[in-house]
């Protein structure tokens, strides 16, 4: 799943406007030429990094996209899957769609398990898809591993833009509010938040 990743330079000065146009021109760029979006963010665990991923994959809405990732694997090969996979899935649903050649199995693509614009696994579907626009071979600033999210798919695409465009704006309040009055602010704004998230208010 390694792609490569380009090596952007993120300039959290810009204005509003200039930072929009320059994460526009980052994203088109990686999608042109094939490469992975970087997040600013360096899981130092892989708890970490597993919360981080749970966050992403959750905030994907497939819904009017053409299962893209389904027809065509982005990295020009199958759709490689564990031994194990292979063998729950060939167990369940026969070997048509599957290949194995040595140790190495995969998914024939374009997926044969994509019908109608549907997955027709999907509660069994690979450890790949169900991940899928995350990529682990992302690398960022300093060359450490970073979050990274496949340019070809649209929802990782507006999931960049969103990301950087509130980290800008978290920013901004932060140097504008001064370190301190940033903390402050933020904790406050927690505790009134904080009983509930613990179940401490009653429901109504
Ligand atoms: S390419 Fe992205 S948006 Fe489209 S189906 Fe795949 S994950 Fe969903
Ligand atoms: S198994 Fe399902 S989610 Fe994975 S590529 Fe095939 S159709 Fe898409």
Redesign the pocket.
């Known amino acids: 799943m390694v792609q490569d990743s380009m090596r952007f330079e993120i300039d959290w000065t810009l204005d509003q406007v200039q930072f929009r146009a320059s994460i526009r021109k980052m994203i088109k760029q990686a999608r042109a030429s094939g490469k992975v979006l970087t997040l600013p963010l360096f899981p130092l665990t892989g708890d970490g990094a597993l919360e981080l991923i749970t966050i992403i994959t959750s905030q994907?809405?497939?819904g009017?996209?053409?299962?893209?990732?389904?027809k065509s694997n982005p990295h020009g090969s199958d759709l490689s899957l564990l031994p194990s996979e292979y063998r729950r899935l060939k167990e369940k649903y026969g070997d048509a769609h599957l290949q194995a050649t040595g140790e190495e199995y995969w998914i024939k693509m374009p997926c044969g398990f994509l019908q109608g614009g549907q997955c027709t696994i999907y509660p069994d579907r690979p450890l790949a898809c169900f991940l899928?626009?995350f990529n682990p071979g992302g690398e960022g600033e300093g060359g450490r591993m970073a979050i990274a999210l496949?340019s070809?798919?649209?929802?990782?695409r507006r999931i960049t833009r969103d990301f950087y465009m509130t980290s800008w704006r978290l920013r901004k309040l932060y140097t504008s509010l001064g370190n301190e009055d940033f903390v402050k602010i933020l904790a406050g704004e927690l505790e009134k938040v904080m009983p509930s998230m613990q179940g401490g208010e009653k429901d109504a």
Do not use: N, Q
């Not at 009017?64 to 389904?70: I, M, N, S, V, Y």
């Not at 070809?152 to 990782?156: D, F, I, Q, T």
């Open positions: 994907v809405r497939c009017g996209c053409d299962a893209l990732c389904c899928y626009p496949e070809r798919c649209p929802e990782a």
